[in-house]
């Protein structure tokens, strides 16, 4: 078999990560992968249990000197993201990914590299195979579905873990430790509509918000950028004092973790309040250009003639859904006191759709402590029941929150001072990771993550240093030395 990394260090990782590089693993196709971990277990008499999920756990006792060392969880997921570039001629069910070299960077030929979290897999095979790398006792976890919604984390059997400190390896960032992330869940609230047949002859609209940046409702709620849906709710709160319409749609954004960048909002009016209609919504764009000059310079309004329709919201249905969208909570709601310039709690209202029934406003709440999430998830609820509306939870995550008397957080510090002469930098993220689950199902557990640098990680750009790949090697190797 030809390995084109064969020469380059660490090469033990490198080999391992060229051989999962041959085996399909997206997600939900994770059945191959999770069996060549069962075997290569087996051949090295390794204890090994393949859960229902598909999850893997290997054990490996601690070499001479660490025997009766705390065990150490080694953890990352078997699953990738199946990205490729159009026209490209790849079946990520079948086909092996082809690796590339350019310069100090591993790539795949067109397609996602698989370094999310091959990477992970290719250490904790490397540690296991290893014969002179001092360690303590091992539980090597890889999961499965970690790209689709944590689906291996979700279904672990707590009682095949004995370990209490484990060592994430799914970070992107060398010389960064994560230490908190964000759990979550996603409510939708549910206004009913009564509608009614129009017959006084109303000109119909639609107002248009268009030209706003967008992002993830995670990693970049923090910068100021605007939420269509929200625009829209102070829109029509404002048209609201100055004319009698009636809404016939609204329409915003597509996903409840992005913030959205459009909306739709189809109202009836009378002819005589045309012209009213414009001069207001000409002076709100104008107020949202000066709001928004920094973040969303591009932000516009536009009104536009459209078809009638026989179906309106009724009088007071429209008033309760102007108020609903206007007074749903969004954005940020408070910042960590522990960790600088973290976004502790947050919510985004992603989605907004109608349909015969009513209207439905989709968010998505992020939260580092488990109280707050609860807090904003209240505050919806009373808000519905204020204005007639139902809602529901779904998909629940937990948070991972930050512990100031993480042991494994010190050495990891120590050792990285100790390698290269300059403090690592502690980190938190306002997003979900696994750990946040392990946390739930294991009680007491010390965590961290850490990983090599890897970029444009989801696209068929993604790309790996491979002196990252070998200095987070040698980290890694450096601290289990440390754990006795």
């Not at 291996?152 to 370990?163: M, P, R, S, Y």
């Not at 799914?170 to 964000?182: F, N, T």
């Not at 509306?389 to 991972?400: D, K, L, Q, V």
Request: net charge negative; proline share 3%.
């Amino acid at each position: 078999m030809n390995y084109i990394l064969k020469d380059l260090e660490p090469k033990s990782v490198l080999k391992y990560f060229e051989d999962i590089s041959r085996i399909p693993r997206g997600s939900g196709n994770e059945k191959e992968i999770s069996d060549f971990l069962v075997n290569f277990a087996k051949d090295r008499n390794l204890k090994v249990i393949q859960d229902k999920a598909l999850n893997v756990i290997i054990k490996k006792c601690g070499t001479k000197g660490y025997e009766k060392a705390p065990t150490v969880i080694i953890q990352g997921h078997m699953d990738m993201v199946c990205e490729k570039n159009i026209g490209t001629n790849h079946d990520f069910t079948k086909d092996p990914l082809k690796l590339r070299i350019k310069d100090d960077y591993l790539y795949a030929t067109d397609t996602t590299l698989g370094a999310d979290n091959g990477i992970a897999v290719a250490y904790a095979l490397a540690l296991l195979d290893s014969k002179d790398i001092p360690h303590p006792p091992l539980e090597v976890l890889i999961t499965t579905e970690e790209e689709t919604g944590m689906g291996g984390a979700f279904n672990l059997e707590a009682e095949n873990i004995k370990g209490r400190i484990l060592i994430n390896i799914d970070s992107e960032e060398e010389g960064k430790l994560l230490v908190s992330c964000a759990g979550g869940l996603r409510n939708k609230i549910i206004l009913p509509i009564c509608w009614e047949e129009e017959n006084e002859n109303r000109d119909f609209y639609v107002i248009r918000i268009r030209g706003l940046k967008g992002g993830h409702s995670g990693m970049e709620i923090d910068k100021g950028r605007a939420n269509s849906n929200k625009l829209m709710g102070r829109i029509l709160v404002d048209i609201l004092k100055h004319i009698d319409f009636r809404l016939v749609s609204l329409t915003g954004g597509s996903k409840n973790n992005a913030i959205p960048r459009e909306m739709d909002a189809k109202i009836a009016i009378k002819a005589k309040d045309y012209e009213k209609l414009k001069s207001l919504t000409e002076k709100i764009n104008e107020v949202f250009k000066n709001e928004y000059k920094v973040s969303d310079p591009e932000v516009k309004i536009i009104v536009e003639n459209i078809e009638g329709n026989n179906k309106i919201f009724s009088k007071e249905s429209t008033e309760k859904a102007v108020k609903l969208l206007y007074m749903i909570p969004n954005g940020i709601q408070s910042m960590s006191m522990e960790i600088k310039d973290l976004v502790q709690s947050s919510t985004n209202l992603g989605v907004v759709s109608t349909t015969e029934k009513g209207v439905v406003f989709d968010s998505a709440v992020r939260s580092s402590i488990g109280s707050l999430k609860e807090d904003i998830l209240t505050q919806s609820q009373i808000i519905s029941e204020l204005l007639g509306a139902t809602i529901e939870t779904t998909s629940s995550y937990p948070e991972w929150q930050y512990d100031a008397d993480s042991n494994i957080r010190k050495i990891f510090q120590k050792v990285y001072k100790d390698l290269y002469g300059k403090d690592a930098e502690v980190i938190a993220i306002h997003a979900g990771v696994e750990c946040g689950l392990f946390k739930e199902k294991f009680g007491e557990i010390d965590m961290i993550s850490f990983g090599p640098n890897i970029y444009d990680v989801h696209t068929p750009d993604e790309h790996a240093s491979i002196s990252s790949m070998k200095n987070m090697w040698e980290y890694l190797v450096a601290v289990l030395k440390e754990i006795k």
